[in-house]
């Protein structure tokens, strides 16, 4: 039996675990990579008997540290430190900030994930493409692309190309970008190399933005990088690829739209994906369909692309779920 202050970081999160019971912890398992998993579970299933004192430490711990992120996230490292000493004295408060930015490694610009979009749009506009996009590979995907739907075009995407193809950034460039921003918000700078960027960032970026923004940046990507944007293309989705569902996903996903919005994402789609659609209805929910677009009369072309938009976010939160499957080519066949 451990004593709780000999435990690893591995063993705390086993007892956490157990402590939460299957239903939580089967929820925070979603949240984890597959070696993480492996280790948890193995874990796990090495622990005995747990004594109720030693679970009370690893919970008290656990309670401890969530509200330290949260003062961290909310008023920076000063203002938990502050707190913390209040409430727990200045010896337990050092310990909990060391044992928290130790382990979960504050990131880069942790001031700019708490500032409105637009402000930040004000302040890195004008700056290099690649410094804007150092700085939005390190913001909540939805900043990013509000941000990144805000740039001009030609801008967008020379940003998006840049997040795609960012590695590792040294911590002393990285302090460099985060001064510009220092005169106006406060910044959180730390000391290990850092990932961020890739195509998954873009990607993830590019599934919030507008239509046109990510037609505009794909489209160019395709004539200025034609495998990036073909890697990219690879891990999304867009109206258009209604094509590839299999017809029972189709169903599923057709049972989520209201019929005004299928409607309007239909008057400027191609007669293909038109196709597929009616294939998938009833002979007589298709007949209402296509007296709907008829009688339509004229759209405005973003309201079509908002349409499309709210059918493409049915379909990737259907995929995320595990309900419905996308093909994305090769590797991606499905065995019956």
Same mark, same amino acid.
């Given at each position: 039996?451990?004593?709780?202050?000999?435990?690893?970081?591995?063993?705390?999160?086993?007892?956490?675990?157990?402590?939460?019971?299957? &239903?939580?912890?089967?929820?925070?398992? @979603?949240? %984890?990579? !597959?070696?993480?998993? !492996?280790?948890?579970?193995?874990?796990?299933?090495?622990?005995? @008997?747990?004594?109720?004192?030693?679970?009370? @430490?690893?919970?008290? /711990?656990?309670?401890?540290?969530?509200?330290?992120?949260?003062?961290?996230?909310?008023?920076?490292? &000063?203002?938990?430190?502050?707190?913390?000493?209040?409430?727990?004295?200045?010896? $337990?408060?050092? %310990?909990?900030?060391?044992?928290?930015?130790?382990?979960?490694?504050?990131?880069?610009?942790?001031?700019?994930?708490?500032?409105?979009?637009?402000?930040? =749009?004000?302040?890195?506009?004008?700056?290099?493409?690649?410094?804007?996009?150092? *700085?939005?590979?390190?913001?909540?995907?939805?900043?990013?692309?509000? *941000?990144?739907?805000?740039?001009?075009?030609?801008?967008?995407?020379?940003?998006?190309?840049?997040?795609?193809?960012?590695?590792?950034?040294?911590?002393? #460039?990285?302090? &460099?970008?985060?001064?510009?921003?220092?005169?106006?918000?406060?910044?959180?700078?730390?000391?290990?190399?850092?990932?961020?960027?890739?195509?998954?960032?873009? #990607?993830? #970026?590019?599934?919030?933005?507008?239509?046109?923004?990510?037609?505009?940046?794909?489209?160019?990507?395709?004539?200025?990088?034609?495998?990036?944007?073909?890697?990219? $293309? $690879?891990?999304?989705?867009?109206?258009?690829?209604?094509?590839?569902? &299999?017809?029972?996903? =189709?169903? %599923?996903? =057709?049972?989520?739209?209201?019929?005004?919005?299928?409607?309007?994402?239909?008057?400027?789609?191609?007669? /293909?994906?038109?196709?597929?659609?009616?294939?998938?209805?009833?002979?007589?929910?298709?007949?209402?369909?296509?007296?709907?677009?008829?009688?339509?009369?004229?759209?405005?072309?973003?309201?079509?692309?908002?349409?499309?938009? @709210?059918?493409?976010?049915?379909?990737? $939160?259907? /995929?995320?779920?595990? !309900?419905?499957? #996308?093909?994305?080519?090769?590797?991606?066949?499905?065995?019956?």
């Amino acid at each position: 039996m451990y004593q709780s202050n000999d435990l690893t970081g591995k063993q705390k999160a086993a007892i956490l675990l157990i402590s939460l019971g299957p &239903d939580i912890s089967a929820q925070v398992f @979603k949240h %984890l990579k !597959e070696e993480e998993i !492996e280790k948890l579970t193995l874990e796990i299933a090495n622990q005995r @008997k747990i004594p109720q004192e030693q679970k009370d @430490k690893v919970l008290s /711990e656990f309670h401890q540290m969530c509200i330290a992120k949260d003062y961290i996230s909310s008023g920076g490292l &000063d203002y938990a430190r502050e707190i913390l000493e209040k409430a727990l004295g200045a010896e $337990k408060a050092v %310990l909990i900030i060391n044992r928290l930015t130790s382990s979960l490694q504050i990131r880069p610009f942790d001031f700019a994930r708490k500032t409105d979009p637009g402000q930040l =749009l004000n302040f890195i506009q004008n700056e290099h493409p690649q410094t804007i996009a150092l *700085i939005m590979a390190y913001l909540q995907a939805e900043q990013s692309a509000a *941000i990144l739907s805000a740039l001009p075009p030609d801008r967008q995407v020379d940003v998006a190309k840049r997040i795609a193809t960012m590695d590792r950034t040294s911590p002393d #460039v990285i302090k &460099d970008v985060e001064r510009i921003l220092e005169r106006k918000l406060s910044s959180l700078v730390t000391q290990d190399f850092t990932a961020a960027g890739g195509v998954d960032s873009i #990607v993830e #970026v590019l599934n919030r933005v507008d239509r046109t923004t990510e037609r505009t940046i794909i489209e160019n990507l395709e004539v200025q990088h034609p495998e990036l944007a073909e890697e990219i $293309k $690879k891990r999304m989705f867009v109206f258009e690829d209604i094509v590839l569902l &299999d017809d029972r996903s =189709l169903q %599923l996903v =057709l049972r989520e739209i209201e019929s005004k919005d299928l409607a309007l994402a239909l008057k400027a789609s191609s007669s /293909e994906v038109a196709e597929k659609i009616y294939r998938n209805m009833s002979k007589r929910a298709s007949e209402m369909l296509r007296e709907e677009i008829e009688y339509m009369g004229p759209v405005r072309i973003r309201d079509v692309e908002e349409a499309q938009q @709210k059918i493409v976010n049915v379909i990737r $939160k259907l /995929e995320e779920s595990g !309900e419905i499957i #996308v093909s994305r080519g090769k590797g991606d066949e499905i065995i019956a």
